[in-house]
Nanobody, 118 residues
């Protein structure tokens, strides 16, 4: 009933920028925290950034100063602005959201590929 759909991934040169978006739709109750994770080949999925409903944010050390997470509660969307991209940023990026209906559970998007070429 709840779907998270990411968009905005693609191929970019070193130093370039991309903006990822994720929209939650379906039977949505209260949306609590929303975040972005990424998984590179051969590596474990890691948290990139998270934002709670009140606006507080947290970032992985590797992206601080380069990435910015934001959300639009009215549109049930979360964005990730990625600047000064590095080859190390290459990964599949996943959107997540904790949503309260009858119970609170964490949902995941299908992922979008980001490739930074050198």
């Amino acid at each position: 009933q709840v779907q998270l759909v990411e968009s905005g991934g693609g191929l970019v040169q070193v130093g370039g920028s991309l903006r990822l978006s994720c929209e939650a739709s379906g039977s949505i109750g209260r949306v609590n925290d929303m975040g972005w994770y990424r998984q590179a080949p051969g590596k474990q999925r890691e948290l990139v950034a998270i934002i709670i409903s009140g606006g507080s944010t947290n970032y992985a050390d590797s992206v601080k100063g380069r990435f910015t997470i934001s959300r639009d509660n009215a549109k049930n969307t979360v964005h990730l602005q990625m600047n000064s991209l590095k080859p190390e940023d290459t990964a599949v990026y996943y959107c997540s959201a904790s949503i309260a209906t009858i119970i609170t559970r964490k949902y995941w998007g299908q992922g979008t590929q980001v490739t930074v070429s050198s």
